[in-house]
């Protein structure tokens, strides 16, 4: 039993056995795909008189996609600026810009120095709020320290404001404590309340962060009860609590889980999707009964390391207040 679950803990790894894996994972995800290219290859097989050769044309072309899967599309994280028209914004909000992070799985597969890229490429964007809304990790403790240090390294100009995931919660207290211990702002079933002065005007940003329904230690109640009157901005794990929020003075939720299903019919991934398939909704903006919601596709994995169809992203959204319009 002990083998069998050192398989799935996200334990530290020497590099080139992490290699390895993704080596062995691309063959067994290509030889996979590679049933699905079948036709496609005997198609091949046949035009050139050889139909033996169908199963490892199928095979190279099932490599092909893995690899590009697990090594490239995996990697390149893709930056995107989105407009956010919010009701009730206030005027001296309007222009924020809030960048969001969701599920980064610092781990054995994007190791600390991967998290630093994307931190990196955040600062570069110059927000002034960053969210990050939870599986910081994918399992076990051992990655609570590094991440802490990652994420210490955010700046925006108003701070950074972090959730846990369900993925966080092998010691949840603990990691807490160690992110805390890294001056980094977590969230847990609370609220802050952030005071803008712009062009003459004063504004109050309220960013609430949920606990972990996973856990069933979620309480929206108790999160939304400490806010001061202003702009309600609520981090959620889970995209499926935003309908809790409606009707309770929210503006914006920024959620993540899905990693946009993390593999999908390329270029039609947005409605055909892992997620989707699951009944989830898998990413982007929506708007529920004046609500926004902002689903994040996320940076890293879980499950396998592959991401096909569905970019790793760094979302910033730029709230547009209708009022100010
Ligand atoms: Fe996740």
């Known amino acids: 039993m002990s083998r069998l679950w050192g398989l799935f803990a996200d ?39 050889d139909a033996a ?21 995996r990697r390149w994280v893709v930056v995107r600026e989105l407009e956010v028209p919010c009701a009730g914004l206030p005027s001296a909000l309007d222009g924020l810009r809030v960048a969001h992070l969701s599920d980064l799985h610092i781990g054995s597969f994007d190791d600390e120095r991967v998290g630093r890229r994307w931190v990196q490429r955040v600062n570069r964007l110059q927000p002034d709020l960053v969210a990050v809304t939870g599986d910081l990790v994918t399992s076990g403790t051992w990655s609570y320290t590094a991440v802490s240090r990652v994420l210490s390294e955010l700046r925006a100009t108003y701070g950074v404001f972090v959730i846990l995931g369900n993925h966080d919660q092998w010691s ?25 002065e712009r062009d003459g005007g004063e504004a109050h940003l309220n960013v609430a962060g949920l606990g972990d329904p996973y856990t069933q230690s979620a309480d929206m109640e108790r999160t939304l009860a400490l806010r001061s009157a202003g702009f309600t ?3 959620s794990h889970y ?16 959620a993540g889980h899905t990693h946009g299903g993390q593999v999908g019919v390329p270029f039609l991934s947005g409605r055909f999707n892992v997620a989707r398939a699951m009944g989830q909704r898998s990413r982007g903006l929506v708007e529920l009964e004046g609500m926004q919601v902002h689903v994040s596709a996320g940076l890293g994995t879980s499950g396998l390391p592959i991401r096909l169809g569905v970019a790793p992203e760094i979302v910033v959204l730029r709230l547009r207040s209708l009022e100010a319009r």
């Open 11 to 49: 334990r530290p790894r020497p590099r080139l056995l992490v290699w390895g894996i993704e080596l062995v994972f691309t063959h067994l995800i290509g030889a996979l795909l590679g049933l699905v290219f079948l036709p496609v290859a005997l198609a091949v097989a046949l035009w050139r008189g």
């Open 53 to 73: 050769a169908a199963p490892l044309i199928g095979y190279a072309l099932g490599l092909t996609v893995a690899g590009y899967g697990v090594f490239v599309r």
């Open 172 to 196: 949840g207290e603990q990691f807490r404590e160690e992110l805390a211990a890294h001056d980094v702002r977590v969230l847990n079933n609370t609220s802050e309340s952030l005071r803008f």
């Open 233 to 235: 901005l609520l981090l």
């Open 239 to 254: 995209p499926s609590w935003a309908e809790q929020a409606l009707g309770k003075d929210v503006g914006l939720v920024l």
